[in-house]
């Protein structure tokens, strides 16, 4: 799954030969700039605050605050006029909606429901080839959840993403339409999409819970916000990247500017925005999966409860609907992408409006073959897996304890080394290092940015839990890249294995976070080092694809003049290919450190401890002012990551 939407495509190239001798020559000058102040700083910093962590007397403690005003919403949700005539409303409204889709569904019958999802796939994937697959992957999935005995968890599951992507991709598009046909606003907003696309999902729900508490509203609001951004970026790309020339025909034909907006932009840029719609199909998927753990329902609290109790086959058979739902959505709304200015050979029954017209009545004779199937999933029908899938992951866990010994290793020789490390440095010391780190790589506000997101982190009193959770990050990140870049590398030269790798990895991306941790426990138990390698896992697409693609987009008369001068294959990629596509890989890294933290802070739930732990058992027992303070500490990090690893090329734009 493309969790994050970043910038496009061409500021992932390399730049000219004159701007790399100027940010060469401007790296330099910061490198010597940074030698000079850490002769003066490093000094100064021993001689007033010597070694140790975050002190005491620094820090301040808001977990009572939070504790009171989760205590004051408690008290006033059903007498205070906020809650009375506003908030009270929308949590009405959310419920009423999601209940009206479910009870909607649910009257369709199980064979209503599966006609809709395969006649629906159907018509948005065209008549030929593609279209049978996918409606085949519909049928397919829909099929499973109801022989896994999951039909009710996978409804609920569905309904809350309807109305989730319908108000996510509305509020997107309202979004994406002032940024796409205003600079001004697009300038104020990307900080904002920026930042809100780095934090990891379990930093949205403590805010919800705090206002709705647990429930459906929260779950339904959370997800809104976080499946939003990609809509709102997509929408304003499409826009801004209208063909001038259509424009100027159009204002040359005397049309006003919303007759250019409905007629010219929004057809041309409907392409970029059904990207943006699959896009928040799938972040609003991972989130209602996650919002789980704040009463959401559905298949994730499925999951929830399995992994809470390590009983893999449960989870299993809760996990396998849940990825097959997302590569459903996946598969159709990609294809009805792709059919975007195909041209429709003529009219006809199967095509236009009377081939929906032919869907919707398929449906209508499906929901009314009800009293003759059924209203729910036959019980004959169903198959427990979970019994011999335990029973796998017992043998596994007493045959292949190598799995266990691998992580109890990395545990003890990489894991905790780390973690001790970054405790033992000084605390003023990780301030200067991040500050150096993201002045390098970007500009001052940069630096400024990161280096308070990191002392809020101290005086938030967590710094010890979130250098933990960075231990865990950086630890994964360094399999990651050396993953992904090597796989990367392997793919760029060899087109058939890049062939063999590409269905495995739209698979990956395809799966919510919380699914990649159920294999996980089965083979390395509930252990840090199980959060660490599901991260991997999660990131290892992205950083695969960015830097196959980065790497097939350097200049062929750069390789060509070097093998002229008879550089083996070695030299081209180590000296033309990799520094040339230096932009890509950079990016590689942003996507991998956010990618990675995004999971590992969820790897909570299976042992990763630390700051994703807090936050569980914030949620979990209504220990509001734990949950908030851990959840503030992990957007901190996350912004700090994100800070030191941004490519330089998106500062200058």
């Not at 940024?179 to 697009?186: E, K, P, Q």
């Not at 379990?202 to 647990?214: E, K, S």
């Not at 063999?500 to 941790?517: E, H, I, N, S």
Request: glycine share 10%; aromatic share 8%.
């Amino acid at each position: 799954m493309t969790a994050v939407v970043t910038a496009p495509a061409k500021e992932a190239t390399a730049p000219e030969p004159g701007l790399r001798a100027l940010l060469r020559h401007r790296v330099h000058r910061k490198l010597l700039l940074l030698g000079v102040a850490a002769l003066v700083l490093i000094p100064v910093g021993v001689a007033l605050w010597g070694s140790g962590s975050w002190p005491a007397e620094l820090t301040v403690d808001v977990s009572g605050p939070l504790d009171d005003a989760n205590k004051w919403v408690v008290d006033n949700r059903d007498t205070h006029p906020l809650f009375l005539y506003f908030l009270l409303h929308l949590s009405n409204t959310a419920t009423d909606a999601v209940d009206a889709v479910y009870q909607f569904l649910d009257a369709m019958g199980w064979l209503g429901v599966l006609a809709a999802g395969v006649l629906f796939a159907w018509r948005a994937a065209g008549l030929g080839q593609r279209g049978v697959k996918v409606a085949a992957t519909a049928f397919g999935a829909f099929a499973v959840c109801g022989l896994l005995g999951m039909w009710d968890a996978t409804l609920l599951t569905i309904a809350l993403m309807v109305v989730a992507v319908a108000v996510a991709s509305l509020l997107g598009v309202l979004i994406g339409l002032a940024a796409g046909l205003s600079r001004r606003v697009d300038r104020a907003l990307r900080p904002v999409l920026d930042t809100m696309q780095v934090l990891p999902a379990f930093a949205y729900l403590l805010p919800f819970v705090l206002v709705f508490g647990t429930g459906t509203p929260a779950a339904l609001f959370c997800t809104v916000i976080y499946a939003a951004p990609p809509m709102a970026r997509l929408t304003a790309l499409g826009l801004r990247g209208a063909d001038p020339a259509v424009l100027e025909a159009s204002a040359s034909l005397g049309a006003s500017a919303w007759q250019r907006l409905r007629t010219a932009r929004l057809p041309l840029a409907r392409k970029q925005m059904l990207l943006g719609l699959n896009q928040t199909i799938m972040m609003a998927l991972s989130m209602v999966v996650i919002a789980a753990l704040v009463g959401a329902g559905g298949l994730g609290e499925e999951v929830y409860s399995a992994l809470s109790t390590v009983d893999v086959g449960k989870a299993l058979t809760a996990g396998i609907p849940i990825v097959l739902i997302a590569v459903w959505l996946d598969r159709t709304t990609a294809a009805a992408g792709d059919r975007i200015g195909e041209s429709s050979p003529g009219g006809g029954l199967l095509h236009g409006r009377s081939a929906w017209a032919l869907v919707f009545a398929g449906v209508v004779v499906a929901a009314f073959g009800r009293p003759a199937v059924g209203r729910v999933w036959p019980e004959a029908w169903t198959y427990d897996i979970s019994t011999p899938v335990n029973k796998a992951q017992e043998w596994i866990t007493e045959n292949l304890t190598f799995t266990e010994a691998w992580a109890r290793e990395f545990t003890v020789w990489i894991l905790n080394p780390l973690r001790d490390a970054l405790i033992w440095l000084p605390w003023w010391s990780l301030l200067l290092l991040v500050a150096a780190l993201a002045w390098l790589v970007g500009t001052w506000a940069t630096a400024l940015t990161a280096t308070l997101s990191m002392a809020a982190i101290g005086v938030l009193g967590v710094w010890g839990k979130s250098l933990d959770t960075l231990s865990q990050v950086l630890a994964a990140l360094v399999l990651t890249l050396a993953l992904g870049v090597l796989a990367g590398i392997l793919s760029s030269r060899a087109g058939r294995l890049e062939r063999w790798l590409r269905p495995v990895l739209d698979a990956m991306q395809t799966m919510p976070q919380f699914v990649y941790l159920i294999p996980v426990v089965a083979l390395f138990g509930v252990t840090r080092a199980s959060a660490i390698i599901a991260a991997v896992v999660y990131a290892l697409p992205a950083v695969v694809r960015i830097t196959t693609q980065g790497l097939r987009e350097v200049d062929p008369a750069a390789l060509e003049a070097s093998r002229s001068l008879g550089a083996s294959t070695r030299q081209q990629l180590l000296q033309v290919q990799l520094p040339l596509a230096r932009p890509a890989l950079q990016l590689a890294v942003n996507q991998g450190v956010v990618l990675v933290l995004a999971v590992v802070v969820v790897g909570g739930l299976v042992g990763g401890g630390a700051l994703g732990y807090d936050v569980v058992k914030g949620l979990s027992r209504g220990e509001m002012g734990i949950g908030m303070t851990a959840g503030v500490a992990i957007v901190c990090l996350g912004l700090v990551l994100d800070r030191i690893t941004q490519p330089a090329t998106r500062k200058t734009d």
